[in-house]
């Protein structure tokens, strides 16, 4: 079976080779995150107490922080105070990373076809139809899952603000929480491939039959 590179030497192929290194680009920068929300409580000593979080960000499943201070001299110690985090923003969070995922493969898949069945591409009418409908959806997807990802992503940085989770912990004197710059990058990377998957249309869409007829029709004026 030979392997054929014409369909690398053509746009179509160029974008699956970037759409394939950005989608993974793009999950892993969700997948791999791992935050924390710090506090600094009571006084003699002050004590630190830590909430993490990370993917899927179902906030509300972290494990509560209990914070407890010891008796100044010649008082009482403050009631204990659990501390948790709010908000449950999974189904966001791994619908974003699904779309990478089916990218992905899917560029694993099509980039086989290219290479080895190249010829059968070009002599069924059939298969660029189904690589044109098939990445429209993909593109869908990616618009999609980037804005709800981005919608959640600011409501996530919005339960772990400091002035949120101090109207929650009456004896905290500092809360400070990790960056969210991989995060940011994810959202930005989800809407870069879905310009990759768009852009991508057009070219498929010369591939297509409806495009043959067209100039064909286009020729016989």
Partial sequence: MNVSLTAFREPRGVMRILQFVFAICAFATISGYSGQVNLSACESPTTTFTISFGYPFALSDAT?????????SGGTAPPPEFVSLRGDFSSDAQFFVASGVLAFLYCMGIVVVYGLFEEKYQSNNMLPLIDFVLTTILAV?????????????????????VSFIKNDCKICKAVWTNSFSSLNISVLLGFLNFFLWASDLWFLYKETQWFKMRQESAGGV
């Avoid at 997807?141 to 603000?161: E, F, G, P, Y």
């Fill in 141 to 161: 997807l990616w618009l999609s899952s980037s804005a709800a990802w981005a919608n959640s992503l600011t409501s996530i940085k919005s339960v772990t603000d």
């Fill in 64 to 72: 509560p922080a209990k914070i407890a201070c010891l008796a100044p």
